[in-house]
């Protein structure tokens, strides 16, 4: 594993890339594409991440490397650096650092210069194959050898290089004697060509014919592809005779037969179907109040909403009910009334199993008496799971187990001088019960639960599990020093406060700070900055391990200075 670089070749998605070396200072990291350098990357946070904005593109080798600044150490104590172990051990791993990059071949400029080897020699030289490589004894021997084989190998080749121009010769003068003869035969080839050119008009009138063989073929293969596309339509021709379109279905008298009708001509016929009507629902029963009422529901059009009184009838279908009956038309609104003297509950009961009464139901929702009064919505389960919606005031709640358990929004306050607040309550011993949770994904990652019979946690995910690359802060104390603490007076109210300046505490802490300096929504209002003070907990707490540090530093540096200076007054 390298120790001052390390190379990745981007998927397409390479975004984020974790330094797995040490390095004393960001500066010396440096970022190449294909050993090209490269900017479009910045730090995330204070982490050891960077970020690649946009994402590296496929196939590119990404080089992260460290290149220490070897011209100086980084403390000068014969300068007046302090000495101490901090500042010893960064000018140690500065030099670590410098071999390492020197092994490693990351460095460049300072540490290339002529060799002077005193009379010693470089031995195990590989072979070399390029004009700036350097060559061994035994290399240059070997070439110098093969140089006088390849030359005893030349004048071997020259030599019967000379006795083949000799035999060439003597095929030249041959040549020449065949040629006298040549001539003699060229005249009986003239002939013999007169005749052979008899021949070539014969072969041109066959290849007339055959040309006239060849077009006759490609008419008959067109006239075979016109007959194919003829049948192909006479297909789908056939198909579109025998297509049947699904016209009107129509709803005949309850009693009457089904009919089916065809018209309309062949490729465009369409059917018309009639079926009868079915016969009537039954009757069915209706519960108001803690007697059954048994009636029909009817719904009639063009008559007025009745209100559905306890002991009418009501009908399910057919004609219109006689007047002393109650009716509902379209649009149809039921009301349940009570028209009895003294107040009454009014309620919908749902029931899955049992018989129907007053207490025996699995949900119901519950109109309680008087004008004011509540509305319930209730599940009867294993535990009682209720819904409230208060008649006195805008407030709804949720109770559980029985009213163990419950929260309340209360919009009462919602007018000008008032206030609103949502309240969650917990009947019984603390025990770490969740007033509010967090989920993201179906995991939590933060709450509100009770601490103590008098308090609360606000608590956040920090569970080890979740996290990766954890490396101890550096440079706390820097960073609280660079921080710029306020006193300030709200716009809203004049009230005083105390704290920071977003933007100017992002500079030194962004993951406490959310939002952007100056932004505003697509209708130019403001979306103001916020800041997470706990965030600022991990940073104060090393701020003050790194202020302990010190002072024991100092305080053991001053008991050495009082050990010397009594030391010197018990030697005068």
């Not at 730090?43 to 290149?67: C, E, M």
């Not at 770490?432 to 949770?437: D, I, K, Y």
């Not at 603490?485 to 993951?511: C, M, N, Q």
């Not at 790194?546 to 030697?571: H, M, P, W, Y």
């Amino acid at each position: 594993m390298a120790l001052s670089n390390m190379t990745i070749v981007s998927d397409g998605n390479l975004e984020f890339v974790s330094i797995s070396f040490n390095y004393l200072d960001r500066s010396e990291i440096n970022v190449y594409f294909d050993s090209v350098p490269n900017n479009t990357w910045a730090w995330v946070g204070d982490t050891n991440q960077i970020k690649f904005t946009p994402k590296v593109p496929n196939g590119v080798t990404v080089l992260v490397a460290r290149s220490t600044d070897a011209s100086d150490l980084r403390h000068i104590f014969s300068a007046g650096a302090a000495f101490t172990a901090k500042t010893l051990d960064e000018d140690l791993r500065q030099v670590l650092h410098i071999v390492q990059e020197a092994k490693e071949t990351n460095l460049s400029g300072d540490f290339y210069s002529d060799i002077d080897m005193h009379g010693n020699q470089i031995n195990n030289l590989g072979t070399a194959t390029l004009d700036n490589q350097a060559v061994s004894l035994g290399q240059y021997r070997a070439d110098v050898l093969g140089a006088g084989v390849a030359r005893d190998e030349a004048e071997g080749y020259r030599d019967q290089t000379l006795a083949y121009r000799n035999q060439a010769e003597g095929f030249k003068n041959t040549a020449v004697s065949s040629a006298t003869t040549a001539t003699t035969q060229a005249g009986t080839a003239t002939t013999q060509a007169g005749n052979a050119s008899i021949s070539a008009s014969d072969a041109l009138s066959y290849r007339n014919t055959t040309l006239t063989y060849r077009n006759e073929a490609q008419g008959f293969r067109n006239d075979a592809e016109g007959f194919k596309d003829d049948a192909e339509q006479a297909v789908i021709d056939a198909a579109n005779a025998s297509r049947l379109t699904i016209g009107t279905v129509t709803t005949g008298a309850a009693g009457s037969s089904a009919s089916a009708n065809i018209s309309g001509s062949a490729g465009s016929q369409v059917l018309d179907l009639t079926i009868p009507r079915g016969d009537k629902g039954e009757p069915g029963n209706v519960q108001s109040g803690g007697t059954p009422v048994v009636g029909k529901i009817a719904i009639v059009s063009g008559v007025s909403p009745t209100t559905i009184t306890t002991g009418y009838d009501v009908y399910t279908g057919g004609s219109a009910p006689s007047s002393s009956d109650v009716m509902a038309a379209s649009p149809t609104n039921i009301e349940i009334n009570y028209n009895g003297s003294g107040n009454r509950h009014s309620y919908i009961d749902f029931h899955s199993a049992g018989t129907p009464g007053q207490y025996d139901y699995n949900a119901r929702i519950l109109k309680q008496e008087g004008t004011a009064s509540h509305l319930f919505i209730e599940n009867k389960g294993s535990v009682s799971n209720t819904i409230n919606l208060f008649g006195d005031s805008r407030i709804i709640g949720f109770n559980w187990d029985g009213g163990t358990l419950g929260c309340f929004a209360n919009t009462t306050g919602l007018t000008p001088g008032n206030f609103g607040y949502f309240s969650s309550r917990h009947w019984g011993s603390p025990g770490g019960s969740v007033f509010f949770e967090c989920m993201y994904n179906a995991t939590g990652i933060g709450s509100i639960t009770v601490a103590s019979g008098s308090s609360v946690s606000f608590n956040t995910t920090s569970d080890y599990r979740l996290k990766e690359h954890v490396l101890p802060m550096e440079g706390a104390l820097d960073r609280i020093m660079a921080a710029k603490p306020v006193t300030y007076k709200w716009k809203s109210d004049g009230s005083a406060g105390e704290g920071f300046i977003a933007h100017e505490l992002a500079e030194i802490v962004p993951l406490a700070v959310t939002g952007e300096k100056d932004a505003v929504d697509e209708d130019g209002k403001p979306k103001h900055q916020q800041v997470d003070y706990s965030r600022l907990t991990p940073l104060l707490t090393k701020g003050i391990q790194e202020l302990a540090e010190s002072v024991q530093s100092l305080q053991s540096t001053i008991k050495e200075l009082k050990a010397r200076i009594t030391d010197l007054e018990n030697s005068l």
